[in-house]
Structures are given as C-alpha cells and as structure tokens.
C-alpha cells in the first residue's frame, strides 16, 4: 500500500514536499511516479524516478521546479515542488510504475498504473 502526504494550501510562489510511504515492502528497487489530477481534468503522470534512480523524469510543466528523490532510510519517495502556481493545485498520487517512467507520463501515457492510493490534495491560491 503506497500513501501519499504533505499536501495543503500554499500561496503561488510557495512550495510544498509530498511524501509517498510504502507499508508492508521496500520502495527501493521500484519504479515510483507522481501523478496529478487537476479539477475536471484527466490525471496525469509528471515526475517519475527509476528503481536504481539512474532515471528520473519530468513533464514540461513541472521540469525546472519540482524534483523527485528517493528517502530509503524512511522507506519513501519524495517530491519538492517550488514556484507553484494555481495550475498545480490538484489531488497528487504516486504510483509503482511497472516499465519505464517515460510509458507512464504525460497527458496520453501509453501505460497507466494499476493501483492508486487515496492522494494528498495540493491548492494554490491566493
């Protein structure tokens, strides 16, 4: 089971670190994305970091400010996310990604995970 945390309200501009936690195995030597659905729109993967974090992957609009990482210690897998901007507000989950980051990313993924959790709800606004 994947639960995702460290969602909130923050003001445009500001940044938030969303936590994905693993109970019950290891998310080391997985493949992990975070996905976002924006209101009334289709989620979407944009960010995505490989089991041997040899890969990591951003979409356009999120490349530059947001960055993925893996916590092993504390069994997670992280994304920091700065400069936001209402266009990111949206329910963010992660995912195991069972091939490569780049299948799963994007508006039209040519694959899409099997599994979500309950997502962590990010709103920026003023």
């Known amino acids: 089971q994947l639960v995702e945390s460290g969602g909130g309200l923050v003001q445009p501009g500001g940044s938030l670190n969303l936590s994905c936690a693993a109970s019950?195995?290891?998310?080391?030597?997985?493949?992990i994305g975070w996905f976002r659905q924006a209101p009334g729109k289709e989620r979407e993967g944009i960010s995505c970091?490989?089991?041997?974090?040899?890969?990591?992957y951003y979409t356009v609009p999120v490349r530059g400010r947001f960055s993925i990482s893996r916590d092993n210690a504390k069994n997670t897998v992280d994304l920091q996310m700065t400069a936001l901007n209402p266009d990111d507000t949206g329910v963010y989950y992660c995912?195991?990604?069972?091939?490569?980051?780049?299948?799963?990313?994007?508006?039209?993924?040519?694959?899409?995970?099997?599994?979500w959790g309950q997502g962590t709800q990010v709103t920026v606004s003023s």
């Open positions: 970091i490989s089991g041997d974090e040899k890969d990591t």
């Open positions: 019950g195995f290891t998310l080391a030597s997985h493949t």
């Open positions: 995912a195991i990604v069972g091939g490569r980051c780049v299948e799963y990313m994007g508006p039209s993924p040519m694959r899409v995970p099997g599994y």
